[in-house]
């Protein structure tokens, strides 16, 4: 009897050490995969190539000529056509020197997936645009100039030039965010003005 | 003895021919060195200490942005960004300034003279001429 008693508490005790190792793994394999999922999401994303950055360069300067082609077909508003013609100029001369340099280098600008975002978002952007008439469509432009012009910023200080590994590649990158900085407040100025 | 004297005749036309020659551009450098002198004298049409100065556009600043000269002094404009620019005025206008171009006015009048880029409007600069 003594010995059914003392069997049957064993197998409890194995039964509860089960459980609970099992309800252990079950813990940690749990917090394995949230952690991977947290680590996945905040992870930043691998440093661009220069030859990435040379087709991130090339795609945002063609996003904002686009924009500025259409401003200026569209636009009744004097200062915003002014505008929209000194960002075609701008980006264009921009663009010019990114495939001289690129070319020099023996660099092929190669996709990725911030230059394909940029693309598509470009297009989206550009679609609603089309859409709109008058004074919408100066201030969405406007509004959407002052937008892009700091994401670009943002990609600038955060990306781009801190990826770079050609001095040259670096450099260009440097010279050219002032002149995206400027096209910023005259945008922001352009803004205000029509908002009065 | 008439070949010789043919040969002699000609040996003088020559060395004259060539006294003459040296003697004529010796005689035109010194007319010139005086001519430029003597412009280099008349204040009124080329001062002597004529300077050149320089204004760079860069990062979409003219710099320095503002320059003191003399009447009658150069200044160049050099666009030294990716960009084009204009250094514009109603006194005196660049054009469009494709990057690595230079432009250069000079100023005969005094006063101050503000002046912009045509296509940023935050670049400004002023010329003083005293």
């Known amino acids: ?5 003392f069997a049957i508490n064993q197998i409890k005790q194995l039964q509860f050490t089960m459980a609970r190792s099992i309800a252990l ?5 749990g917090l394995m995969a949230f952690t991977t999922a947290d680590a996945a999401n905040t992870a930043p994303t691998p440093d661009p190539s220069d030859a990435e950055i040379a087709m991130i360069v090339v795609v945002a300067d063609t996003v904002d000529v ?3 082609k259409l401003a200026v077909e569209k636009t009744k508003n004097q200062a915003v056509k002014e505008f929209a013609e000194t960002m075609v100029r701008d980006h264009t001369a921009v663009n010019e020197k990114a495939v001289a340099l690129a070319k020099k280098l023996g660099v092929t600008p190669v996709a990725s997936e911030t230059s394909k975002s940029l693309e598509s978002n470009g297009k989206a952007e550009l679609k609603k645009l089309k859409a709109l008439t008058d004074s919408q469509f100066d201030k969405a432009y406007v509004a959407n100039e002052v937008a892009y012009h700091e994401a670009v910023i943002d990609l600038l200080d955060k990306t781009l030039i801190p990826s770079a590994k050609n001095a040259e590649l670096k450099a260009l990158l440097k010279t050219g965010r002032p002149i995206f900085a400027a096209h910023l407040e005259h945008a922001k100025m352009l803004q205000s003005s029509l908002s009065k | 003895m008439k070949t ?6 000609f040996q003088l036309f020559s060395v004259c021919a060539l006294v003459v020659i040296v003697l004529s551009a010796l005689t035109s450098c010194s007319r010139s060195s005086r001519g430029g002198r003597e412009v280099g004298d008349s204040s009124k049409t080329l001062p002597t ?7 760079s556009m860069q990062s979409l600043q003219f ?11 150069v200044l160049e404009w050099k666009n030294d960004d990716l960009v084009p620019h204009t250094a514009t005025s109603p006194q005196f206008n660049s054009g469009t300034m494709a990057a690595g171009q ?8 005094s006063g101050t003279f503000p002046y912009i880029c045509n296509f940023h409007p935050q670049m ?7």
Not at chain 1, 1 to 5: A, E, P, Q, R, W
Not at chain 2, 63 to 73: C, H, M, R, T, Y
Not at chain 2, 102 to 109: G, S
């Open chain 1, 25 to 29: 793994i079950l813990a940690a394999v």
């Open chain 2, 124 to 130: 400004k600069g002023v010329v003083k001429v005293k």
């Open chain 1, 66 to 68: 686009n924009y500025g």
């Open chain 2, 102 to 109: 230079r432009w250069r006015n000079t100023f005969t009048e």
């Open chain 2, 63 to 73: 710099l320095p942005a503002a320059v003191e000269i003399k009447k009658g002094d």
């Open chain 2, 49 to 55: 200490a004529v300077t050149v100065s320089l204004v």
């Open chain 2, 4 to 9: 010789v004297n043919s040969v002699f005749q």
């Open chain 1, 1 to 5: 009897m003594n010995i059914h008693v």
